[in-house]
């Protein structure tokens, strides 16, 4: 009797507890008020401790000075050819004369920068990440080869591949990474450490992104439009390269054209004597004229490599909005989890069926279980309850803490981008009015030489 009687007296227990906590777990939402985020969280960007000021670049020069052409063997034993780097850096710690401080230097391939990418992308879920120039060319008027080993395009990845050091060793955060200062000074061992870092186990699948894309019910406002920015940003850029290349491709030839005035001059003052030398010079300014657009549209591919570069960062912004779904999917599924075990542990404990299930319809057609089977089962919720609560107590740390330092990565990431396009924008402009100077030179000096004829 005495055991029956404690029996009912812990399922009151249960069921008070159960029904005094059973309601939605509490959500962290990226909306909320920044006054809400743990102001004493250990998160890299809020710390206050990495800063601009102490970032990599301030201690170490970094170059990419030259691209070889090697052949070598693959993975698989077959033979390639492929293209490597040589990245050179000095050290600036206590140099009063850095000229005369030792370069060190070893050669990396493409193929190595985008495994350096991919770990720090993981690694960093909250970072949008420097992307790559890119693999093959794009968006490239017709007298550049789309060749991936045509020199004037591993040139212009060379730079490429420079400025993407560059930016991840201002970095705020990606700077002080050791695995990236391994790249930059160690020829070996940088891989392993990469592996040690167990870069697949955190790498999240395209099937479960995919899924919390579609099946989040609480989506953060502020990054479902950080998304749709991000896309129309690629769209803008991908039509403004395009055009860019069409217009391009279309001075090519006005000003290639232009050198037939200068075959037509030549011959033509071949057969006349006062206005012979006239017609040459004038001949002559044209052949200028149409040799000058090569190094015009050369220099123009530099301003389009550098709109190209928020192109791709426009998928490292779609990065961090995925990352975010993926935490807010988790969270979703682990509260969802938790109400469902309190109220099984409340079923049990008033003996009280609130919605259908198999294991209610097989109780009542075999019996209900007996107390002690009742009872070791809400003791096993009990601690599965207590286990969920704490797991989505952290989750919810996590969640405010990616947020947090999510929202000032994209803020710096803003200012930026501001910076850079409008820079960027400004020397096209002023590239165009110079070559429109040009022209306009070489056509008054032709007139000139018509004016002496």
Same mark, same amino acid.
């Given at each position: 009797?005495?055991?029956?009687?404690?029996? @009912?007296?812990?399922?009151?227990?249960?069921?008070?507890?159960?029904?005094?906590?059973?309601?939605?777990?509490?959500?962290?939402?990226?909306?909320?008020?920044?006054?809400?985020?743990?102001?004493?969280?250990?998160?890299?960007?809020?710390?206050?401790?990495?800063?601009?000021?102490?970032?990599?670049?301030?201690?170490?020069e970094i170059n990419v000075s030259e691209a070889e052409k090697?052949?070598?063997?693959?993975?698989?034993?077959?033979?390639?050819?492929?293209?490597?780097?040589?990245?050179?850096?000095?050290?600036?710690?206590?140099?009063?004369?850095?000229?005369?401080?030792?370069?060190?230097?070893?050669?990396?391939?493409?193929?190595?920068?985008?495994?350096?990418?991919?770990?720090?992308?993981?690694?960093?879920?909250?970072?949008?990440?420097?992307?790559?120039?890119?693999?093959?060319?794009?968006?490239?008027?017709?007298?550049?080869?789309?060749?991936?080993?045509?020199?004037?395009?591993?040139?212009?990845?060379?730079?490429?591949?420079?400025?993407?050091?560059?930016?991840?060793?201002?970095?705020?955060?990606?700077?002080?990474?050791?695995?990236?200062?391994?790249?930059?000074?160690?020829?070996?061992?940088?891989?392993?450490?990469?592996?040690?870092?167990?870069?697949?186990?955190?790498?999240?699948?395209?099937?479960?992104s995919l899924n919390a894309t579609f099946r989040v019910k609480?989506?953060?406002?502020?990054?479902?439009?950080?998304?749709?920015?991000?896309?129309?940003?690629?769209?803008?850029i991908s039509h403004l390269l395009r055009v860019r290349a069409?217009?391009?491709?279309?001075?090519?030839?006005?000003?290639?054209?232009?050198?037939?005035?200068?075959?037509?001059?030549?011959?033509?003052?071949?057969?006349?004597?006062?206005?012979?030398?006239?017609?040459?010079?004038?001949?002559?300014?044209?052949?200028?004229?149409?040799?000058?657009?090569?190094?015009?549209?050369?220099?123009?591919?530099?301003?389009?490599?550098?709109?190209?570069?928020?192109?791709?960062?426009?998928?490292?912004?779609?990065?961090?909005? @995925?990352?975010?779904?993926?935490?807010?999917?988790?969270?979703?599924?682990?509260?969802?989890?938790?109400?469902?075990?309190?109220?099984?542990?409340?079923?049990?404990?008033?003996?009280?069926?609130?919605?259908?299930?198999?294991?209610?319809?097989?109780?009542?057609?075999?019996?209900?279980?007996?107390?002690?089977?009742?009872?070791?089962?809400?003791?096993?919720?009990?601690?599965?309850?207590?286990?969920?609560?704490?797991?989505?107590?952290?989750?919810?740390?996590?969640?405010?803490?990616?947020?947090?330092?999510?929202?000032?990565?994209?803020?710096?990431?803003?200012?930026?981008?501001? @910076?850079?396009?409008?820079?960027?924008?400004?020397?096209?402009?002023?590239?165009?009015?110079?070559?429109?100077?040009?022209?306009?030179?070489?056509?008054?000096?032709?007139?000139?030489?018509?004016?002496?004829?």
């Amino acid at each position: 009797m005495g055991d029956g009687a404690g029996l @009912r007296e812990a399922e009151v227990i249960c069921a008070r507890e159960a029904m005094s906590d059973h309601r939605e777990p509490e959500l962290y939402h990226a909306g909320e008020p920044e006054s809400d985020v743990d102001e004493e969280s250990d998160g890299l960007a809020g710390s206050g401790e990495v800063t601009d000021e102490n970032c990599l670049l301030k201690k170490l020069e970094i170059n990419v000075s030259e691209a070889e052409k090697r052949t070598g063997k693959n993975a698989v034993n077959m033979q390639e050819t492929y293209t490597a780097y040589l990245i050179e850096t000095r050290s600036l710690d206590g140099q009063p004369d850095t000229q005369n401080s030792p370069m060190d230097s070893l050669w990396r391939r493409y193929s190595e920068f985008e495994l350096l990418r991919n770990y720090l992308s993981v690694s960093y879920p909250f970072v949008v990440v420097p992307p790559l120039p890119e693999k093959r060319a794009e968006f490239v008027w017709h007298k550049l080869s789309a060749d991936n080993m045509d020199p004037d395009f591993v040139e212009r990845r060379r730079i490429g591949l420079e400025n993407f050091l560059l930016r991840v060793a201002s970095h705020p955060v990606l700077s002080h990474d050791n695995i990236f200062t391994l790249f930059l000074t160690q020829d070996n061992g940088w891989k392993e450490a990469v592996n040690e870092a167990n870069l697949q186990v955190k790498a999240d699948s395209r099937l479960k992104s995919l899924n919390a894309t579609f099946r989040v019910k609480n989506p953060d406002k502020r990054f479902t439009e950080l998304k749709h920015y991000s896309d129309e940003l690629q769209s803008v850029i991908s039509h403004l390269l395009r055009v860019r290349a069409r217009v391009a491709d279309r001075l090519y030839g006005v000003y290639k054209v232009h050198g037939n005035y200068g075959r037509v001059f030549s011959e033509w003052s071949a057969i006349e004597k006062e206005m012979g030398d006239g017609l040459q010079s004038a001949g002559h300014h044209m052949d200028v004229y149409a040799a000058s657009i090569d190094d015009i549209l050369e220099e123009e591919e530099h301003y389009a490599d550098q709109l190209k570069e928020y192109l791709f960062y426009a998928e490292a912004l779609r990065a961090v909005c @995925r990352k975010h779904e993926l935490m807010q999917y988790d969270l979703e599924m682990s509260a969802q989890d938790l109400a469902s075990k309190k109220q099984q542990c409340e079923e049990l404990a008033t003996g009280t069926v609130r919605t259908f299930s198999l294991k209610g319809m097989t109780s009542k057609l075999f019996g209900q279980e007996t107390p002690e089977q009742r009872e070791s089962k809400i003791k096993l919720l009990e601690e599965q309850i207590e286990e969920g609560q704490e797991q989505l107590k952290v989750q919810n740390a996590e969640s405010r803490e990616f947020v947090k330092n999510s929202w000032l990565e994209i803020e710096r990431f803003k200012d930026q981008k501001n @910076r850079d396009l409008k820079e960027a924008l400004i020397s096209y402009a002023v590239m165009q009015i110079s070559m429109c100077k040009k022209g306009i030179q070489v056509w008054t000096n032709a007139k000139e030489c018509f004016s002496k004829m």
